[in-house]
């Protein structure tokens, strides 16, 4: 399928049109972490949701239209904040580096 | 019931896996984690197939929770020790099932699987077999368990305390922001629940939070401690958690879990519904 970005998460099945998809990987030394946590906190700071990374480090949410803080938490690390911004229709990808 | 005798650390966990009194299990809302790795010697409980009547909307039967725990290996004498991912809330919700069958020893791994895999715990992917035992249920203590027709008549009344998202009580989403939309006919919530998002009640590593700030949080959003008290949330589960905190961490002495929750309350004809952040008249 076209529209997923070199080393992002296949879209496929995914109606990109309808979502407001914020997804990527986290990393630490260029490996991937399969075993960290990634928090999406809203513009208030309170919680939405939060899912494991894959064994491959990738994560993704289903968000709505706006800013968000993505907050990840991973073993022997300090836990890093990263805004990003959701718009229905378009994929933000992110890289986490811890 | 009491944070002392209810909630364990990873800490102590790792000390008494070689405890033969004490039987780990791990309960999922991805009922497929535990296959990715579990902690040494924990049996695994599926919440969609084995603690769900696959016909009728119920939990099953206390002769089917029998056998279930009889053929996990789970005697009446045993500890058990509940933890799972999405901090807990299906091993909250798995600590209010056992109660709600009367066992009498169960605990809560404080900050479930993320804590035991933030602190880099040993997982396995070894499936430990146990004997079966012959376990012997209680009958259902209603004591905790609220069925529809006490939801509305906790209108006004009641301390109803929803654990929803603020979108989800809102009536502006109707399950969680990132999960499927699905379920119930109408949006909103029960007139007079007060919002308290189970979020609140822990920290980022999925850890309760202290005493002292649990109180407050209950006491700023207005619970009368005086008064009995329903918790829902969608399906029961996130209520579970906050079931537990006000019942068991805060020693609340009336509190129920409506596991109908917002798909059985929202499908209801002719309820009062009410929509919008504030909670509304009788």
């Given amino acids: 399928m076209c529209g997923a970005t070199a080393g992002g998460l296949s879209l496929d099945g995914v109606n990109v049109a309808k979502e407001a998809v914020i997804q990527g990987q986290v990393t630490r030394e260029g490996e991937p972490v399969g075993n960290a946590y990634v928090r999406l906190l809203d513009r208030t700071g309170e919680f939405t949701a939060e899912v494991p990374t894959s064994a491959t480090g990738h994560f993704r949410f289903f968000a709505n239209d706006g800013e968000w803080t993505l907050r990840t938490l991973a073993p022997k690390a300090e836990p890093t904040d990263r805004k990003v911004v959701a718009q229905t229709g378009s994929v933000a990808e992110v890289t986490i580096t811890l | ?282």
């Fill in chain 2, 1 to 282: 019931m009491s944070r002392e005798n209810s909630l364990v650390s990873a800490q102590w966990v790792e000390d008494n896996l070689d405890n033969d009194t004490i039987v780990v299990v791990e309960v999922d809302e991805d009922t497929s984690a535990y296959d990715k790795g579990h902690i040494r010697g924990a049996v695994k409980l599926d919440w969609t197939t084995e603690l769900q009547d696959q016909v009728r909307r119920d939990f099953v039967n206390k002769a089917q929770f029998e056998e279930l725990l009889s053929s996990k290996g789970i005697g009446n004498d045993h500890t058990v020790v509940l933890y799972g991912g999405n901090n807990n809330w299906f091993a909250a919700y798995a600590f209010w099932y056992f109660k709600l069958y009367g066992h009498s020893d169960v605990k809560l791994l404080d900050g479930g699987r993320k804590k035991w895999e933030l602190d880099s715990r040993e997982l396995t992917d070894e499936v430990p077999s146990r004997a079966t035992t012959t376990y012997a249920a209680q009958e259902q203590d209603h004591s905790i368990r609220a069925f529809r027709d006490e939801a509305v008549a906790a209108i006004g009344v009641k301390n109803l305390v929803d654990v929803r998202s603020p979108d989800e009580y809102a009536g502006r989403l109707l399950a969680p922001a990132h999960l499927p939309q699905e379920q119930a006919q109408r949006a909103g919530h029960v007139p007079t629940s007060i919002n308290v998002p189970w979020s609140k009640n822990v920290n980022d590593d999925g850890t309760f939070k202290s005493d002292e700030d649990l109180k407050a949080l209950y006491a700023d959003a207005g619970i009368d401690d005086s008064k009995e008290t329903i918790a829902l949330c969608r399906i029961g589960e996130r209520s579970s958690l906050t079931w537990f905190v006000l019942k068991v961490l805060l020693g609340h002495e009336s509190v129920k879990n409506y596991d109908g929750s917002w798909t059985e309350y929202g499908s209801l004809v002719g309820v009062p519904v009410a929509l919008g952040d504030e909670p509304g008249e009788a």
